[in-house]
């Protein structure tokens, strides 16, 4: 058993606002949650204040910080798909 092999990947939560600029949807400032309960909540609180908002899980590298895999967890509005085809 190799025990030199440490996994690199944490499931982290965000919340993720979306705003118009010039008509086009831009993400805002990405808030970081506890988990994924709190970060409904802070979805829905912030929803009231912008013209879309969502909570995703995601997979994050704890050596490069790189996110992959979101997975929606609610969405209040427009926003945009971070899995563009």
């Keep these: 058993m190799n025990k030199d092999i440490v996994v690199a990947n944490a499931e982290k939560f965000i919340v ?28 829905t609180s912030m929803a009231a204040r912008f013209i879309g908002v969502a909570a ?14 979101p997975r929606l967890l609610i969405r209040h509005g427009e926003i945009a798909d971070l899995n563009p085809a």
């Design 16 to 43: 993720l606002p979306y705003r118009k600029n010039r008509g086009n949807l831009v993400p805002g400032e990405m808030r970081q949650a506890s988990n994924a309960m709190s970060a409904e909540k802070i979805a």
């Design 56 to 69: 995703y899980a995601v997979m994050v590298d704890d050596e490069t910080g790189d996110m992959s895999s």
